[in-house]
């Protein structure tokens, strides 16, 4: 019961994803493609709306549920670990016709060839979680 509020918003997510038709693989191929500003628009929305959040939060100094201050800590930047993570991310994305969210939504939806880059998405996170310790950070 517990785990009700995080279900709530995964379904609210997978219906803006879905009337968004952000989970489409052909708006996915059209963005990759340079063929539709649809895409484009959908991720720069999320961008701006996700700085105005995180500007909010340290302006107004937030807390969590649990009453603890929200914290952000400062990364290192580093342009090639970047540059390496954004070219796989984006590699998979193209190829899988989705990241994570839209391919739920897509198996969700009955597109049960997007099980396929779900179950390897699956086998990725976990080789990543074994060998993690031995990648720079």
Partial sequence: M??????????FFGILMA??????WYRIQEMFRFQAF???GIIGTAV???AAGVWII???????I?????????KEMGFWRYFLGG???GLGWALGGACPGPMVVSVGYGVLSMLVVFFFSIV???????VRDRLPH
């Avoid at 340290?58 to 969590?64: E, G, I, T, V």
């Fill in 2 to 11: 517990r785990f009700i509020k995080y279900l709530l918003v995964g379904i």
């Fill in 87 to 89: 070219t796989i991310f």
């Fill in 38 to 40: 649809h895409m484009y």
């Fill in 58 to 64: 340290k302006k107004l100094k937030l807390s969590d």
């Fill in 124 to 130: 990725g996170t976990f080789l990543y979680g074994e």
């Fill in 66 to 74: 649990q009453g603890e201050r929200i914290k952000f800590n400062p």
């Fill in 48 to 50: 701006v709306l996700g």
């Fill in 19 to 24: 009337k968004s038709e952000a989970f489409s």
